[in-house]
């Protein structure tokens, strides 16, 4: 297989601290070195000067909708889309048609990626059978076909003792348990964050409680069974001040934060604009500060983008009607950039390992770094890129995203996966 | 977006004004024998009600016939929704019959907005789910003016179900754009703490007699069953503390009014001697619903008309004729 050298870029690898001017050399598939001036030894040669080269981003948290719904999303389009953004490995959760709660659901999705997906696709368990949040899937034999974490996303495991013994087989077989935290009897009918906005909407409200009462029990069962505890789209305030003292306290809870829970706030939200719908809802801007105080202060440990695709169709209708989720893949790296390191709040090696190092080490990833031998998976961005995010030109099936027609400075350029460029931005 | 009327939020003072100025002089009208205008002669106006509804639809009806506009009612249960089509699809299909305006009423909050950003037909609110009621909000006003030499300086009370109450949240974008101390009452589920912030001069207060105490205006709510998914009183309990009496009365100001937007509850929200008391004026309201929606459509289906000819290249002589 050929190898690729990139050159001259400013290399930002969190895993190792390095940061400065540096080549990396990719033989193979894997990454053989990293160093001033590597001899070119007939590789393909990649100028990367002017540029930041990464270790390859992955987004912990997408739905592909396949198998089963594929009129959002297919594995291929999904995979492209990630690419587009700069991601080299994504971790789908098991919401399709069938549930993915079982190792032959699984093994159809490795598989499906292994043919059609231009990145890593890792896929993620159900933690219940179909997600009722009754019965425990079949756990081990999902991690055997190659499950990285377990969730029912979207269908949040009520009882405690279902989640009290499922944090037990988790932590028997390895995994993380990552919980979508909302109480549903809180939510019900809810439509957007619960506030002054929803009261001059008229649309009824999801109280900030549904995640916080949720993330309290979910950090009391991981203190008692010492599964390891990940909280989803963290939003709330409260939320994340319980997350920061649980690590205080030395737990294993870890969270991730989507790009727009921290970019904007229920105040921004078209009046009955359903591409602002999502779960958790956008919150106050007060919610949305502690979001990036949380990710500057390392209570939040990743970005994910929760990627929901929905097709137009079921987006135009009244909003009260229509699905929760918005599509995120292309735009995340560009909100990152834009809200947390231009602002300000925090350098580019903090904004690397929060794609890199930050979910690799919650899921057990042997990614995220340039270390010898890894996968030669990188992500190169242009930090000052002027570009405009066209929803139209998106590689998802779905084009619901409330950042159409965003003005970005700085995105990714090019992405690699496995030494070969997946995609490269058009000028 | 074609100019039509979905919330009072949205609307100046000075607009409001303008549209219960006009309402005014068409008061007299409601009592002369022969009731019919020619303004919107040959105009189609459509009246789509996706809920149930007695006084808004027929008062909307009888609006557009006393301007001359001929009027289709649709009400949902009899029409294409029940056969699955989406409520765009259905916006879409009238839309193509080239009516001058659209009355709609519906039970998701939004929906009026929504659709006017996807139809070029202008859309009158005629309730939104929880959200506006703006000619509820008009009409009274105007009823008010009727009684109160202004609206400035007035202290109004309104009481009830006003978290699941269009009526209430349009009354409070109107009457705060006046300067009126305005008084919400309930208890705590049918009164979120966030209502004090939607508008100026908002107060909240789970005491009705705290609401009362020196109002010139008392407007009960209906109690939305309908809406209220869990019910924090039982309805006798409801009326016991939150029922407007005759002996509440001497809590308020001497000549002080009460008003309802109807259908009123005898026994639920006030007693019987409330609703038929000298100083209610109920059916004022009702009454004044007409006028105010003849000034409402007048004005929506003429700033159509005008942006239309505007747009055909004619020039434009003067304002929308309000």
Same mark, same amino acid.
């Given at each position: ?12 690898? %969190? ?81 399709? &048609? ?24 890792? %896929? ?95 950090? &009391? ?30 737990? %294993? ?100 390992? &929060? ?73 | ?29 409601? $009592? ?26 027929? !008062? ?6 006393? =301007? ?8 949902? !249960? ?59 909000? =008009? ?11 202004? =609206? ?76 209220? $998914? ?9 009326? $016991? ?38 100083? !209610? ?42």
């Amino acid at each position: 297989m050929a190898s690729l050298l990139v050159k001259g870029g400013r290399v930002i690898d %969190p895993a190792s601290s390095l940061d400065g001017t540096a080549d990396v050399l990719i033989d193979n598939g894997r990454i053989t070195a990293v160093g001033r001036d590597l001899p070119r030894n007939g590789a393909e040669l990649l100028d990367a000067s002017g540029l930041i080269v990464a270790p390859g981003f992955i987004d912990m948290h997408v739905h592909l909708r396949e198998p089963g719904i594929e009129h959002s999303e297919t594995i291929e389009t999904g995979a492209r889309a990630a690419a587009a953004g700069g991601f080299t490995s994504i971790c789908c959760m098991p919401n399709t &048609l069938p549930v993915n709660d079982n190792a032959t659901v699984t093994s159809y999705i490795v598989e499906r990626a292994r043919q059609y997906a231009l990145v890593n696709v890792f %896929p993620i368990g159900a933690i219940t059978k179909d997600s009722a949040g009754e019965e425990l899937a079949a756990i081990g034999s999902m991690k055997s076909a190659g499950i990285v974490a377990l969730s029912d996303d979207g269908r949040p495991v009520m009882n405690a003792r279902v989640m009290r013994r499922a944090m037990e087989m988790a932590k028997s077989f390895g995994l993380p348990v990552i919980d979508h935290c909302e109480d549903l009897n809180l939510s019900s009918g809810g439509d957007m964050h619960e506030g002054v906005h929803s009261t001059r909407l008229g649309l009824r409200g999801i109280p900030s409680s549904s995640e916080d009462v949720m993330v309290a029990r979910d950090i &009391l069962l991981a203190q008692t069974t010492g599964a390891r505890f990940h909280v989803a789209h963290i939003s709330s305030h409260r939320s994340i001040d319980m997350v920061r003292r649980a690590k205080e306290r030395g737990l %294993p809870v870890t969270s991730e934060a989507t790009p727009h829970h921290f970019s904007i706030s229920d105040a921004d939200i078209a009046p009955y604009d359903s591409n602002y719908k999502m779960k958790p809802p956008l919150g106050s801007t007060c919610d949305t500060a502690a979001v990036i105080d949380g990710i500057v202060s390392g209570a939040i440990d990743a970005i994910a983008t929760d990627h929901a695709p929905h097709p137009g169709s079921e987006k135009m209708q009244e909003f009260e009607k229509c699905p929760f989720g918005i599509i995120g893949l292309e735009t995340a790296v560009g909100l990152s950039l834009e809200k947390l390191y231009h602002s300000g709040r925090i350098s580019l090696m903090r904004l690397v390992e &929060l794609f890199t190092t930050g979910p690799a080490r919650i899921l057990g990833l042997e990614r995220g770094s340039l270390a010898q031998g890894l996968p030669g998976d990188m992500t190169i961005l242009n930090t000052e890129l002027s570009w405009t995010y066209d929803v139209n030109h998106s590689f998802s099936k779905s084009k619901n995203s409330p950042f159409h027609g965003w003005k970005f400075r700085g995105g990714p350029v090019m992405t690699i996966v496995g030494g070969a460029v997946v995609w490269r931005r058009e000028r | 977006m074609p100019t039509g009327l979905l919330g009072i939020e949205e609307l100046s003072r000075g607009e409001v004004e303008a549209i219960l100025h006009r309402a005014r002089t068409f008061q007299p009208l409601q $009592h002369q024998s022969y009731k019919k205008l020619d303004t919107l002669r040959g105009r189609m106006i459509v009246n789509l009600f996706f809920e149930a509804s007695t006084r808004t639809r027929t !008062s909307f009806e009888i609006a557009a016939k006393r =301007l001359g506009a001929d009027t289709v009612s649709i009400t949902a !249960s009899g029409s294409s929704v029940s056969k699955g089509e989406s409520l765009v699809d259905t916006l879409n299909t009238l839309a193509a019959m080239r009516p001058d305006a659209i009355v709609m009423r519906h039970a998701a909050s939004g929906a009026p907005y929504f659709l006017a950003h996807h139809l070029a037909i202008p859309i009158v609110n005629a309730g939104d789910g929880t959200h506006e009621h703006p000619t509820q909000a =008009l009409l009274d006003a105007l009823t008010i003016l009727d009684h109160k030499p202004a =609206l400035e300086g007035l202290r109004v009370a309104i009481i009830g179900d006003i978290a699941h109450s269009r009526v209430a949240r349009s009354n409070v974008h109107l009457l705060a754009k006046f300067g009126v101390d305005i008084v919400l009452c309930g208890p705590a589920t049918l009164l979120p703490p966030e209502l004090s912030a939607i508008a100026t001069g908002v107060t909240l207060t789970n005491d009705i007699r705290e609401a009362i105490e020196g109002a010139d205006v008392i407007m009960m709510l209906r109690v939305q069953l309908e809406r209220q $998914h869990d019910p924090p009183l039982q309805a006798g309990e409801y009326f $016991h503390f939150y029922g407007l009496r005759l002996d509440h009365m001497a809590l308020a100001k001497p000549d002080a009014i009460v008003m309802h937007p109807g259908p009123i509850n005898r026994g639920r929200e006030l007693t019987s001697e409330v609703a038929d008391f000298q100083q !209610s004026v109920i059916l004022n309201q009702v009454e004044n619903g007409v006028a105010v929606r003849m000034a409402v459509l007048e004005r929506v289906v003429g700033a159509h008309v005008e942006a239309a000819r505007q747009k055909s290249g004619a020039v434009r002589e003067s304002g929308l004729g309000i």
